[in-house]
């Protein structure tokens, strides 16, 4: 059973809306990360935080942003979704074992 | 710079057969190393990891992988397949070395086709 939850898990929404992935996670774990893949392909970081009000941009140019205010809740906000956004949005997080337990994914769209 | 290959984009393999996964990687200190796989429209599933002892390390489903120093490689493998492994797989490394950064290195996935 996933211990870190990821809403909505599909979203269709219009060019210019704002939005926010919501992720939480209940295992206490203090890294958390945001990857984004398209269908059956490579996972790109876009953000990582190693702790509460820590926030770091991953390897990928994202124009989406993030915040950590509480351990558990790490969302991710796109200020103006633009179609070149869709894809799907997987949220992460670390344990002291150094493995990842993912959330099932947002899959976006932007039409 | 830490690095992940897996060199192939697609593994095809009859129900039943054996199957192997390959995964290579570079790291300027001790590896550790981990499988996952990802179901059509979902996250990724933890399979197995390799941080120290034993190089034969057995995870979720019946898959197995071996970590091999001198060749830098940790291949994944399950001795009979099941159509329903058919998924994407991916290799991951984190440097030993590399203190409190616990970022995964990924490779690029490998699709697993299980012909019945």
């Known amino acids: 059973e996933a211990d870190i939850y990821q809403t909505p898990r599909y979203l269709v929404i219009g060019t210019g809306k704002k939005i926010t992935l919501e992720c939480s996670q209940t295992m206490g774990h203090d890294k958390m990360y945001w990857y984004q893949q398209d269908p059956g392909m490579e996972l790109h970081l876009i953000h990582y935080?190693?702790?509460?009000?820590?926030?770091e941009k991953g390897d990928l140019s994202s124009e989406s942003t993030v915040s950590r205010i509480r351990t558990e809740h790490f969302p991710l906000t796109l200020e103006s979704a633009r179609p070149s956004h869709t894809s799907q949005y997987l949220c992460?997080?670390?344990?002291?074992?150094?493995?990842?337990?993912f959330g099932s994914g947002t899959r976006l769209t932007v039409v | 710079a830490q690095s992940v290959a897996q060199p192939e984009d697609q593994v095809n393999v009859a129900e039943g057969n054996p199957l192997t996964v390959k995964c290579t990687y570079s790291?300027?200190?001790?590896?550790?190393l981990f499988w996952y796989v990802q179901y059509p429209n979902r996250g990724l599933q933890f399979l197995l990891k390799?941080?120290?002892?034993d190089n034969l390390v057995k995870g979720s489903y019946g898959f197995e992988a071996e970590f091999n120093k001198s060749q830098t490689s940790f291949h994944l493998k399950k001795p009979s397949a099941l159509v329903s492994d058919s998924a994407l797989y991916f290799c991951?490394?984190?440097?030993?070395?590399?203190?409190?950064?616990?970022?995964?290195?990924w490779g690029l996935g490998t699709s697993l086709a299980v012909n019945p």
């Open positions: 992460a997080s670390s344990d002291a074992y150094y493995g990842y337990t």
């Open positions: 991951a490394v984190r440097d030993s070395n590399a203190g409190n950064n616990r970022k995964l290195i």
């Open positions: 790291v300027s200190g001790n590896p550790y």
């Open positions: 935080s190693y702790g509460v009000n820590s926030t």
């Open positions: 390799y941080i120290t002892g």
